[in-house]
């Protein structure tokens, strides 16, 4: 894969310019409100434009190499170095990433979570953005495990510190989940690299020489890689951290969490460990679809059986994962471009479902579903937002969410040479059945909270999107039918650097 | 025989509005975003955007139609008529191409306009039906959409598109029906309507995925085609390529979905709460659109289908014999409602069961034009039922509290009722005559000898259901509301229209100006249906000859082999290579199951019944009968009853002596209930009713109710105690781990040094033993 | 040669001592069997050393003596300490300390 | 006795080269300063003591950093007694700067206490003086006399507040133990020295081969030595110790204990295995196996239920060392460079991070005057700098990139994964949970900083004396540096190979 070279300070720009935040931040006095948000503001601001600018800048054409290449020394000792890049892949979730950041930090000018101190919070959240972005465009083991653990913390204080009554439970299950996957992820990155001969952690390399490496050995590494990714999806038996930590996180906490750190699971699937193990991605892949569609249905019934809103849509993201995970589980490109289709429309939909339970929440002062309804009448705007929203999840087409799902189930009617046609037949049905339980839950739950008469409590405050709200809420709205009505603007982007990634299997 | 390719026909002519049929569903959804955005601001609340969208679509509709006859006229006797395609990529992704476009052949043309006309019709009816409503604006734009939907599911040119505007549908159908959301009982009807929609939906996307790869590498190879696109699938499945387990898979799957949208039984339960939804609605719903986007999928994927489910093979197929069941089925719970909705909503079931049969049977061709009759007659049933209820039923819909005797009041409902009834029943010379019984004599002419029996029975049935509504609403004594008594009947608030502030605004002249004719806006649009409801059925009238048959001359496409290499100038252009004759059977086509020695087929070759005057009068014959019985008895049943002494009887002693000499008219209506009419509604339409509420229902809710309640469970148990509490568990082990290990830190110097000696004194033994 | 004699004596002295440290419960008396286990060190070194026939075994010897002298100033102060502080030199109220 | 008389007619006088002892004699020289100036200073200029105790030890700094850049680096002494390679000139460093920070550490608290300062500081020389020896002793009687130089005053040092039954108790259990585990470790020597006939590492080596007649002797001998440095190191069963002292002693004492004498028991222990035992593989690597993973487990298990906090360090120190020994584990073999670099960087970064971890506790003690955790609450909330600097130090013990210690992780994994062998594996598996676990603890630390509320709403701020703040800046920067830019230390971690070791 040839790499493109221009201009590559942009991307360290991206990733590193919040933390340039971070220190501005930590030198403003924590009394002074307007000054913290306006500095946390002009940071995501001045991100974004960065993030712009490498828009603009991509060469389209060549979507499938990889661009503003970066490379210098880091570690030289265990030949690990600082090396990024963007492609196709990444681009869309590396923007993504972005732009969420800033929404959530206007979304946060005027809804900082008791107990208040922006500053600290704010300084979290840039973190976050820094460690999300890096992941993203990191082109090397070490740099990539370096930003996936980065964002450890920052969302380990955001949830116990701004969370809600159960915070400290979950933020410390959240944390040791993801540690004890990324543990094993290391050992598992070490061993690929021994195994290639010692000769580098940069990922084109291992991806060139890993195939090379016994199939045996391959499908232990892999087990390794597989629990420290499928943790951060998350993936059937894994996924117990998710429900607690999407209610009790604080809403930003939850966009961030739902919008971008699902997917640095996801992402690293198909960046790291299906390219550098084919034939051990040829072994997984059954179980993961397997998993995959359990995590779909499963998730639903999750889904049915809430009766807490906000768990609700936290449950929901383990079905909609496990349709990513389905696409990724084919091996084939087809697959993959609808799994990271999925992930963007996933990370904008369920983001903005988030969005409105925070919202909910904010006017109800509560996300019992029994206690809402009657949302249309009370919040007309809001509610319709919902109503657009579920429909996007339960994936309508015309709208972002059919994107990932179709193709997924499509893709799993035929899946790459070498894995079992009748297994992944059976389970596209299963999965087609899945998007039947989708539009239930969905459904039901708009039905009882955004139609009917508003239940008896009194509503004094009860007012409708404010700006913020609209400023923060607007771009993923508009993302979610643009993308929907245009695919292509991101399929055409995925698909080569898909095709590139997947070569071992015949694309 | 094939031609030599020298013999190259003219190319057909195609103008404008062919090349830019796709515009149909453009404009309204383009209406659509307007309305939500500037709706509010506009002076007629945006009412008039959807108007005029519908509007612009229907002229477009009635261009293409226009030209598509030209094009058909140009074209000679036997050539094959090519569908105006036109694509453009829309996305690409793993090397698969998913273009959108438009297909437009004489399938296309009519539901398009058909469709259109119908939704221009219902919006100008809506104006003045729902003025005054909450969320008016709302309900245009969701109209609007609606159409839309439609639409583009009908020009649509390859499934992806085609499956778009069929969930657009549902989407939309799902904001209608719910439009009185406040009620929960409308809200629930909404998420019933849309659920059961979307489970018949699993079917199109698992048929829409087998097709797609079963066929992809052929279509490609041999027509330059993806395997979404509807004409490659039907070349491919009349190709004699296809695995017949893949195929009868596909068309399985695809038939499920159009059980669901259709509202073929079983599922068909959520068609009559359906009509929760503003009357419009349920007109626009049932008569042109939604429900009948099953039988266009069944209509125009048809070799899917043929070739896939064997139809005009020696046995009977399922499209048959789930469209016989509904057919009976619907029609006897025709009879035992008192929502005069709910009856045209069962009569709609049992009518969208015509049309599958006859397109199981292998009658393309009237089945189509059943669709095109039926929207007319229906949709004109629907708005005369809405405008009884607006302005003289009080906003109810029940025919035996509020109605009765309005014919004085209301001539020009009244006359446009009849007609449609009469259309309805199948009645020489109304349109649905013409469709009806073509069905049912094609039925008949493939030999499906006991299904055309149970289709006369269906019209038998329709004949004495339909009699009894138009008596109860319009003759006999006016009752209830009709008769200006005003109570708010939260009895039956489900079935009604209780939208407060149009009530309200509706409250004022009600209350003096009792029952009366509608507004302008609610009976031109009625009278105009009406007239088509007669005149409509000539457009393919088969008794009057040859020369009478447009649509078969237009709409059917001809089954005939175009040479293979014919893509090359685009499907668009093809040669007509071989001209069999399709006159009697099938077989003698290359264009049957068979293969074709080389080129393909693009519809399959069905065969037509010779019309004949005999077969004719049977099925009339049958229709009379059911009216005049049914007539006779509601008059007695329902006329004749007396409330004074019903209620004299029960009163005094002295009134019972004379009881036996007046009870004789009642012994009558005993024995007509009883009797008569309990013998054919009583049993088989009660026990219908209760099988549909109990065990179809019941399975539905069942359904739901199970995953429910499995939810909770693996929720609760699986997942809270099982998964988590493994997490949980690990936690408190460790902690438990470092209680039991404690000792070990007792403290004290002596246990510390005799530990430490200790341990240094095994492992010196073990390594001592183990390297000597 | 005696070589072994020797070590049997240091093996000896070494098991005495090391009983001593972990039975007794008297600080002073503990000491002295780390003296005890310190001298049968000294004792195999210098029986190596005669068997060798090398110097360095005398040095380590000395080295040992020499630090032992020191380890039991120290030691012998801290028990002092202890003495001063709880009049007492039973090591078993020392745990206070533990868990 | 006659070969007395012919050892002493051939001897003569070393040469001794004085650049190569430099740093010892520079901080023996400040030791005895600090002795006299003690004597002869009243209390008020008492202050004086602390100062001259830095500058000792930034004036060994400069000789070592001089025979570091110094061409011919590898120096040997008293043929091959005392050797100055890289390896111990790095170490060196390490003692040293760990020794400044403690002094800074020590500073403010000694200042305020009315101890007996002279002595504090006196023994404090003297122990890092022996440390200083330990990294070049590669001879068993230098070891032997460098351990007993950093222990004696250790010993004190723990004991140092007499009045403090707790610190008495701290003192004798760590005395009596820690001279029994080195009598055991004589013990074991005076085999080798039989074995061998000679004390020089490198002649030991050479005769270690587990075979022959004295295998089963080479074996015990072996087992011995690794127990007493096992017991330095606080290595579980050897460390049971470990927590009652570091939680009776004064709290600057625990953190020289916790930090610079583990770190000269682990040197010593490398040198001896490396050095000594490189046949001897087949003994020590299982031996250390099965401590380190004994080590790394039993110790968090312990720290998952302490409530004080200074215990619960002790236990997570205990269980780092846990993972300075995975490393070890498989020094034998292939790895055998990998897994020193990675005992050296560990060291370097797990120094770091502990003093200023204590750094922290000692500031947050001035206040609140309680070891326990829960004395911690909301600590984020009144003294915002002083939470996050503990929040980074806890994060680093606990290996989250991109700080200190993860680097070390790192090093330690992939010692093991570069042995390759099934054992190494699963010890690799086992650290890896470890790790994980060992967040519980960690993160219930973090937890009471920022998520608790204060207790008894007491939220007047921490007033940290200037020596502390310097100490925490440096330690937070050595901790960002070592886990941004790891460049750096592994470098020092590469070129410090081993004289003797490896055939080198």
Known sequence: ?507 | MILAASEILSPLRDGWFLQHAWLTPVIPTVGFVLIVLFGKRMPKKGSEIGVLSLLASLVLASGAAWQWIQRVGDAGEEQFVSPVVRTWTWWQSGGVEFTIGQHVDGLTVVVLFVVAFISTLVQVYSLEYLRGDRRYTHFFAALTLFSAGMLAMVVAEDMILFLLGWEIMGLCSFMLIGHWWEDGANSRAALKAFFTVRTGDVGLLVGISVLFFAANEWTTTHLGLSGFSIRGVSAWALSGEPNSTVILVAAIALFVAAIGKSGQFPLHTWLPDAMAGPTPVSSLLHSSTMVVAGVFLVARLYPVFFTGLDILGPSSNVIMVIAAITIVIAAALAFVQSDIKRVLAYSTVSQLGYMMLGLGAGAWLPAVFHIFTHAFFKACLFLCAGSVSHSASHHSFDMKEDMGGLRKHMPVTFAAWTVSTLALCGVFPFSGFFSKDEIIDNVGGNGYTFFMVVGLGGAFLTAAYMTRATYLTFFGAARGAAAGVHEVHDAHAGAHDVHDTHAGAHEADDAHAGPHESGILITAPIAILAVLAIFSGLFNATPFGESWEYMKKWVEPRAVVVASESHSGGPGEAFVVSVPSAESGHSESPCGKETPPEGVCYAPQVSHATFKWSKALISLAVVFAGIVLSWVLSAALYGRRDPRLVGLTQRNGLARAGYRLLANKYYLDDLYERGVVGSITGPLARGAYWFNQRILDGILHGVAGISRAVAQVVYRDIDQRLVDGAVNASADVTKAAGTTVQPIQSGRVGHYGALLFATAAVAALVFVILNT | ?99 | ?504
């Not at chain 1, 609808?338 to 509560?366: D, Q, W």
């Not at chain 4, 040198?271 to 003994?283: I, K, N, Q, S, W």
């Not at chain 4, 897994?339 to 797990?350: E, S």
């Not at chain 4, 070891?371 to 600097?389: H, N, Q």
């Open chain 4, 1 to 504: 006795m006659s070969f007395l008389v012919s050892s002493a007619a051939v001897w003569t006088a070393p040469s001794v080269d004085y650049h190569a002892l430099a740093p010892e004699i520079v901080l023996a020289v400040g030791l005895s300063i600090v002795l006299l100036v003690d004597l002869f200073t009243s209390e008020r200029n008492k202050w004086l003591l602390s100062v001259l105790t830095g500058f000792s030890l930034l004036g060994a700094v400069l000789p070592v950093l001089t025979l570091a850049l110094h061409d011919d680096s590898t120096r040997s002494l008293f043929d091959g007694r005392y050797v100055v390679d890289e390896f111990s000139l790095v170490m060196k460093g390490l003692f040293l700067l760990a020794g400044y920070v403690i002094v800074l550490l020590s500073s403010s608290h000694v200042e305020e206490g009315d101890y007996w300062r002279g002595e504090y500081w006196f023994l404090l020389l003297t122990s890092l003086l022996g440390m200083v020896m330990m990294s070049s002793a590669r001879d068993l009687v230098s070891v032997f006399v460098a351990l007993e130089f950093l222990s004696i005053p250790a010993y004190m040092l723990a004991a140092w507040r007499k009045r403090d039954l707790k610190s008495n108790e701290a003192g004798v259990k760590y005395f009596l133990l820690g001279v029994f585990a080195s009598a055991v470790m004589l013990y074991g020597m005076s085999l080798l020295y039989g074995v061998a006939n000679s004390t020089l590492l490198i002649d030991i080596a050479e005769s270690i081969s587990l075979d022959g007649e004295f295998g089963a002797i080479q074996a015990l001998a072996i087992v011995f030595v690794v127990v007493g440095f096992a017991f330095k190191v606080s290595a579980v069963p050897f460390h049971t110790w470990a927590p009652d002292t570091y939680e009776g002693a004064p709290t600057p004492v625990t953190a020289f204990l916790s930090v610079a004498s583990k770190a000269a028991g682990f040197i010593a222990l490398v040198v001896m295995v490396l050095t000594a035992f490189p046949e001897g593989r087949d003994v020590w690597q299982p031996f250390v196996w099965i401590l380190s993973a004994l080590t790394m487990t039993i110790g968090n298990v312990f720290a998952l239920r302490q409530t004080n906090l200074v215990r619960m360090i002790a236990y997570s120190s205990v269980s780092q060392g846990g993972f300075v020994l995975m490393p070890l584990a498989v020094a034998g073999g292939v790895a055998g460079e990998a897994a020193l670099r990675a005992v050296v960087v560990y060291l370097i970064a797990y120094a770091a991070t502990n003093l200023g971890m204590f750094g922290v506790i000692l500031s947050v003690s001035r206040k609140t005057r309680s070891g326990d955790i829960a004395s911690l609450g909301g600590l984020f909330t009144y003294a915002p700098a002083l939470g996050v600097l503990l929040t980074i130090f806890l994060a680093s013990l606990a290996g989250i990139p991109p700080l200190g210690g993860w680097i070390g992780k790192f090093a330690a994994f992939q010692a093991l994964l570069t042995d390759a062998t099934p054992w190494a594996y699963v010890l690799a598996v086992i650290g890896a949970v470890n790790s994980v676990i060992a967040f519980g603890y960690y993160g219930n630390v973090m937890r009471e900083v920022w998520m608790r509320p204060v207790p008894h709403g007491d939220t007047t701020p921490i007033t940290t004396p200037s020596s502390l703040q310097i100490a925490l800046g440096i330690t937070v920067i050595a901790t960002l540096v070592l886990g941004i830019l790891p460049g750096v230390v592994l470098h020092f971690g590469d070129m410090a190979d081993l004289v003797g070791a490896f055939g080198g």
């Open chain 3, 1 to 99: 040669m005696l070589t072994s004699q020797f070590l049997l004596l240091g093996a000896i002295l070494f098991c005495i001592g090391v009983y001593g440290v972990i039975a007794r419960k008297n600080a002073v008396l503990v000491l002295m069997s780390i003296e005890l286990i310190l001298n049968s060190v000294n004792i195999n070194l210098l029986a190596f050393a005669l068997r060798n026939g090398s110097a360095d075994g005398h040095t380590f010897a000395l080295y040992i003596i020499a630090v032992a002298a020191a380890e039991v100033g120290v030691g012998l102060a801290m028990v002092l300490l202890i003495y001063r502080n709880r009049r007492s030199i039973g090591l078993d109220e020392l745990s206070e300390l533990r868990g």
């Open chain 1, 1 to 507: 894969m040839q790499m493109i070279r221009d201009n590559n300070w942009v991307l360290s720009v991206g990733t590193f310019l919040p933390i340039v935040g971070v220190l501005l931040l930590l030198v403003t006095p924590k009394a002074n409100d307007a000054a913290i948000k306006a500095v946390a503001l002009l940071t995501s601001i001045a991100t974004v434009l960065v993030g712009v600018f490498t828009l603009v800048n991509f060469d389209f054409d060549q979507a499938g190499s990889m661009q503003f290449v970066a490379q210098t020394n880091w570690i030289p000792v265990i030949k690990s170095t600082y090396f990024i890049g963007v492609d196709g892949i990444s681009l869309p979730l590396y923007l993504l990433s972005m732009v969420v950041t800033l929404l959530v930090v206007i979304y946060s000018l005027d809804h900082v979570p008791s107990p208040g101190n922006p500053k600290a919070f704010f300084v979290l959240m840039l973190l976050l953005q820094t460690g999300m972005a890096g992941t993203f465009i990191a082109q090397d083991l070490i740099l990539f495990f370096v930003f996936f653990e980065l964002v450890l913390l920052p969302m380990y204080f955001m949830i116990g510190v701004w969370g809600g009554e159960q915070r400290q439970y979950a933020s410390l299950k959240f944390f040791l989940y993801t540690m004890f996957g990324s543990a094993l992820m290391l050992v598992a990155f070490l061993a690929l690299f021994f195994k290639t001969g010692a000769e580098s952690f940069a990922i084109p390399y291992l991806v060139e020489n890993g195939a090379g490496i016994a199939k045996n050995a391959q499908v232990w590494i892999f087990a390794g890689m597989f629990i420290g990714f499928a943790v951060k999806v998350p993936m059937f038996p894994f996924h117990t951290w998710l429900p607690d930590a999407h209610t009790q996180a604080p809403t930003q906490g939850s966009v961030i969490l739902a919008a971008i750190l699902l997917k640095l699971g996801t992402y690293g699937f198909v960046r790291i460990a299906i390219p550098t193990l084919p034939d051990a991605a040829i072994e997984w892949a059954p179980w993961i679809g397997g998993l995959a569609v359990i995590g779909i249905i499963y998730g639903a019934f999750g889904c049915l059986a809430q009766t807490d809103m906000k768990r609700l849509i936290a449950f929901s993201s383990v079905a909609h994962m496990g349709f990513v995970m389905l696409g990724i589980s084919t091996l084939t490109s087809f697959g993959v471009n609808a799994a990271v289709f999925g992930m963007v429309a996933h990370g904008l939909i369920t983001g903005m479902l988030f969005f409105i339970a925070g919202s909910v929440k904010e006017r109800y002062h509560t996300l019992e579903i029994a206690k809402l309804g009657g949302m249309l009448t009370q919040a007309p705007r809001l509610g319709w937002i919902l109503g657009l929203c579920s429909m996007a999840s339960l994936g309508l087409p015309g709208l972002a969410g059919f994107w990932g799902e179709f193709p997924a189930i499509l893709s799993a009617y035929n899946p790459a040479d070498g894995l079992n046609v009748t297994v992944f037949r059976s389970y596209m049905v299963v999965a087609a059945i899945g998007t039947v339980f989708a539009a239930a839950y969905l459904l039901w739950l708009y039905q009882r909270t955004a139609f009917g008469t508003p239940k008896g409590h009194d509503h004094h405050d009860l007012h409708d999107v404010n700006t913020h709200e609209w400023i923060a809420w607007l771009p993923l709205l508009i993302a979610i039918v643009t993308f929907g009505v245009a695919p292509n603007l991101l399929f055409s982007i995925i698909d080569p650097a898909v095709q590139g990634t997947l070569s071992a299997f015949g694309g």
